[in-house]
């Protein structure tokens, strides 16, 4: 039987100061969708996918926004952004809907709220 070895690790970085460590301990978290907005977005994404409108998404969490595209193919460049910005609760809305080119098609406090711009139009057809 051979003996048993001994592995020995050796660290070359140097050990960081309190002052580093507290900075990064209070680096500012991205922000992101929770539980309950994530079924609001994942159950109209869901309808327009069945309808065969949508094809695709994506989300980001940055460090002042939350970003849901929607895509309807994967090398396009997003038909719609829903974006959360937690800084404008106060003021216009957290919650926003932006177009392909840009423009805000609604904003708002309350996300099912502003997602109702997303639902597709019922046509009716009216008869004398």
Known sequence: M???THLTVVSTQQPQSAHKSARRHN???????DRRELDAILNI?????????WRDYAMSGLKDCAVFSVYRRASEMPLY??????????????????????MV?????????????????QLSLVTD
Request: proline share 7%; no cysteine.
């Open 105 to 121: 098609l609604k904003r708002g406090h309350e996300l099912k709220q502003v997602l109702k711009v997303l639902e597709p139009k």
């Open 81 to 102: 952004r829903i974006e959360k910005r937690p800084k404008l609760r106060n003021k216009q809305g957290a919650y926003s809907v932006i177009s392909a080119s840009g």
């Open 27 to 33: 680096a500012p978290k991205s922000v992101f969708w």
């Open 45 to 53: 994404y869901g309808r327009r996918v069945a309808a065969g409108d």
């Open 2 to 4: 051979s003996e048993p």
